[in-house]
T-cell receptor
Framework: SQQGEEDPQALSIQEGENATMNCSYKTSINNLQWYRQNSGRGLVHLILIRSNEREKHSGRLRVTLDTSKKSSSLLITASRAADTASYFCATNAGGTSYGKLTFGQGTILTVHP | DTGVSQNPRHKITKRGQNVTFRCDPI?????LYWYRQTLGQGPEFLTY????????KSRLLSDRFSAERPKGSFSTLEIQRTEQGDSAMYLC???????????FGQGTRLTVV
């Protein structure tokens, strides 16, 4: 079953604008990861944030994590047409399920040139 | 290409037939995962191996599904007596035990007609 929900389900913006996607989850986690998937293809790992971290940056990506609200957000700054893809958050519970990921339903991002 | 390789990329089969998919992980990765993704949804965990041992299986993995990883290298996922509901993208991923990041293959798209 899906761990959580992502919001919005779809997002359409112009090149150069920022895109923000939100993810909520239900159970306690060891870490939360964001992946990108281009149409009908495999997933590409973007960034990982541990449960004891609140914010992380990687290039144009900024991820925040609020474990008290069981939520995370992914911000893509200065978006490009090549950022058009589906974005998924995935949680890892740790312990005996170390490595197993539980994905959300994803946000479809369309960046118009 | 030293990424995760999945074969075949596409498979069309008639209902009731058996199918087998293969995944070749990144060579030094000792963990291997199988996920299933249906249209518009995030990937759902099926099973994972550490070396040749199958450590966890999802309840999604009915008795028609079996996965193996002989010698801790490549893995196969077999579906017996396929049903239309098995139509999905089957994704394989691999990682090191010490890493939380999983690397995904391009997937095998199964269509049961």
């Amino acid at each position: 079953s899906q761990q959580g929900e992502e919001d919005p389900q779809a997002l359409s913006i112009q090149e150069g604008e920022n895109a923000t996607m939100n993810c909520s989850y239900k159970t306690s986690i060891n870490n939360l990861q964001w992946y990108r998937q281009n149409s009908g293809r495999g997933l590409v790992h973007l960034i990982l944030i541990r449960s004891n971290e609140r914010e992380k940056h990687s290039g144009r990506l900024r991820v925040t994590l609020d474990t008290s609200k069981k939520s995370s957000s992914l911000l893509i700054t200065a978006s490009r047409a090549a950022d058009t893809a589906s974005y998924f958050c995935a949680t890892n519970a740790g312990g005996t399920s170390y490595g197993k990921l539980t994905f959300g339903q994803g946000t479809i991002l369309t960046v118009h040139p | 290409d030293t990424g995760v390789s999945q074969n075949p990329r596409h498979k069309i089969t008639k209902r009731g037939q058996n199918v087998t998919f293969r995944c070749d992980p990144i060579s030094e990765h000792n963990r291997l995962y199988w996920y299933r993704q249906t249209l518009g949804q995030g990937p759902e965990f099926l099973t994972y191996f550490q070396n040749e041992a199958q450590l966890e299986k999802s309840r999604l993995l009915s008795d028609r599904f079996s996965a193996e990883r002989p010698k801790g290298s490549f893995s196969t996922l077999e579906i017996q007596r396929t049903e239309q509901g098995d139509s999905a993208m089957y994704l394989c991923a691999s990682s090191l035990v010490t890493d939380r990041e999983a690397f995904f293959g391009q997937g095998t798209r199964l269509t049961v007609v």
